[in-house]
Every structure is written in C-alpha cells, then in structure tokens.
C-alpha cells in the first residue's frame, strides 16, 4: 500500500466490511474476510482514475493482535489487464472533449454472471448525489428525464485565470422515472437522478463534502426548472450500499419512449423467466428500472463542488446506455 501510495495521485484506501470467516491455517490462528476499495489517479496526461475492489482473507493470532498471513484477491477488475483496457484508455467519444473535461471515472463493477438477454453485475458501495423531484405535467421536456436540473449542481466551476479549479469527471449519470400521485400535480412522474461523487473523497464524502445549499436559499435561475410550491423535491448526498443488479445495454437517453419501454418489458421477461425477483418500488410496488447515460460526464472539482454536465451524442444502433434493475 505505501508503494501504491507513492506512485498514484490521490489516493484512497476504505474497508467497507469484515467479517469472521472461521479459523486460520495454524493452531490457535482466526480467519477474516476484509472486504476493501482501493481508487488512484494515474500520472498521465488525461488524468485516468484506477479503482479496484478486492477481498483479504486475513489470518491472525487468536487474540487478534497479529497478523500472520494475508491472501488477497481482486473482484473487479480481477486483472491488470482489465485495469488498462476498461479504466485507463480514454473511451473513443470520450477523446472528442479530453481537453475541456478529464476523463470519466466509472465505479469498478464485477460481472458475476451473463445470462440470455442481461449480464448480473456487483456494484460496490459508493457516495453519491442524488435529486428527487416530481415534476410538472406541463413541461413534457422534463418528463424524459436525461436533462440534469440546474438545481442539481452544488456550485460554479472556475475554468479560467491563474488558478482554475482541477477539475475530475464522473460517469454515468443515472436516472429513475416512477409514476407517483402527486399532492401538487395528481398522476405526474417522479424522476431521480443519481450523481457519483468522485472516489478520491471515500465513502465518507457526504461528511467531507461542501454542504448542499437548501433549495430554499438558491437563486431562481439556480433552480431551473423551479420545482411548484407544494411538490416534492430533494438534494442530498447519500452512501449507497454493494448491490447486485440485472443489465441489459440501450440505445437512447429518452427514459419513457417505446424503446425505453420495451427495453424495460424485455429486460423484466428475461428475469422472470430464469425466476429472479426485482426489487420494488415502496411508492408503487411496481419494479424499479434505472437508466445508466454512460455518454455524460459529470464534472467535479477537487474541492468537492459539482458545477458541469458534459453530453456526448452517439448513435443509437451502438447501445452505449444500460437499463438495470436492482435483484432481491
């Protein structure tokens, strides 16, 4: 680790979970399965961001006070090889804007099964900022969801004179459209946007980070669109924990056209035929599907402020999107 230390930029070590895992090898020895998240800045010119998560088992005397032996095992990426094709090579449509905004950093998942139709992956706990907000039945714009609200960013970026912010980008962008029964609007949709916070803040963030200005004290150009008095609405950071979700790729960032829901019809047939359960909707008890925009870029300062959505068009016969749906 202080090799590791040495040669990445930022770097941030967290230990997200250890349990017993019976005795060790040798007499009077107990054994630990350390569960581990390591992510670093590459010193290379676009600033790549390596994130790796792993499992330790430790084995360690029987009072605990020393450690005897530690065989450590990668989840994902499991090879250095994967490191270097799905981390540190910038994306071909990402090489278009490498210049205003640095490369996008995407949270290390393990691929633990491919199945007919969808691929389950593990997603490792991670920070992020999410907004909620129902929205107006009046602006069909909105309704798709792919738009970030201006409400969202946390605070201005400065790009220019003697010391521009540094600035680190995130990926995807997430969104989730629910049909609710609003107080303010009746039948409206409820759209949640979800926003990675940069792994070099730990997952301790949402304590470090600049606090969320209340949307109440923002200014009305700041809250574009302005959420209606009487609806519901929310900014916050949140610590999400490991999930283990179902993936199909998607061609649009539109959330409720046909594609968007025939992808979601295809996907939800795919798990009910091999008997999968999907995790539902508290709200509605319908399935929760999410939408993954791997073509925007979320730019953050190093300070923790987060000022700059960077879209990137690409054809849809590529599939460059992803609808998931979180697996009970």
């Known amino acids: 680790l202080r090799g590791m230390g040495e040669f990445y930029i930022d770097p941030t070590f967290s230990v997200t979970k250890v349990t017993p895992s019976g005795s060790g090898g040798g007499a009077g020895a107990e054994a630990w399965a350390v569960d581990w998240m ?36 990668w989840t994902a990426p499991k090879s250095l090889g994967a490191i270097v094709s799905s981390q540190l090579q910038p994306r071909f449509f990402d090489l278009l804007n ?16 491919k199945c007919n ?56 962008l997430s969104v989730q459209v629910e049909s609710v029964e609003s107080e303010m609007f009746g039948p409206t949709k409820k759209v949640t946007w979800t926003v990675p916070v940069p ?58 056209g046909d594609e968007a829901n025939q992808a979601r019809k295809a996907l939800f047939a795919a798990l009910k035929r091999d008997g999968r359960n999907v995790v539902k909707s508290a709200a509605s008890g319908r399935p929760v599907f999410k939408l993954h925009e791997n073509t925007v870029k979320l730019v953050w300062t190093t300070t923790g402020k987060f000022g700059m959505a960077v879209y990137t068009s690409q054809p849809s016969f590529l599939k460059p999107h992803e609808i998931s749906a979180e697996l009970e």
């Open 38 to 73: 390591f992510s670093g800045t590459w010193p290379l010119p676009w600033r790549p961001r390596v994130r790796v998560s792993g499992v330790a088992r430790v084995e360690t005397t029987d009072e605990g006070e020393v450690i005897r032996r530690v065989e450590d095992t």
């Open 98 to 113: 490498i210049f205003n905004s640095p490369h996008a950093e995407f949270p290390e998942q393990a691929v633990v099964e």
């Open 117 to 172: 139709g969808y691929i389950i992956r593990e997603t490792p706990p991670q920070v992020v900022l999410r907004l909620s907000m129902e929205l107006d039945p009046s602006e069909p714009e909105m309704l798709q969801g792919y738009f970030l609200p201006n409400l969202a960013f946390t605070g201005q970026l400065k790009l220019k004179g003697k010391k521009p912010d540094e600035l680190v980008a995130m990926s995807p």
């Open 199 to 256: 792994s070099q803040f730990g997952l301790d963030a949402a304590a470090t980070l600049p606090p969320i200005v209340s949307l109440d004290s923002r200014e009305e150009a700041e809250l574009y669109p302005s959420p209606r008095a009487g609806a519901s609405a929310s900014v916050e950071y949140v610590l999400e924990p490991a999930t283990r979700v179902a993936v199909a790729p998607f061609g649009t960032e539109d959330t409720i």
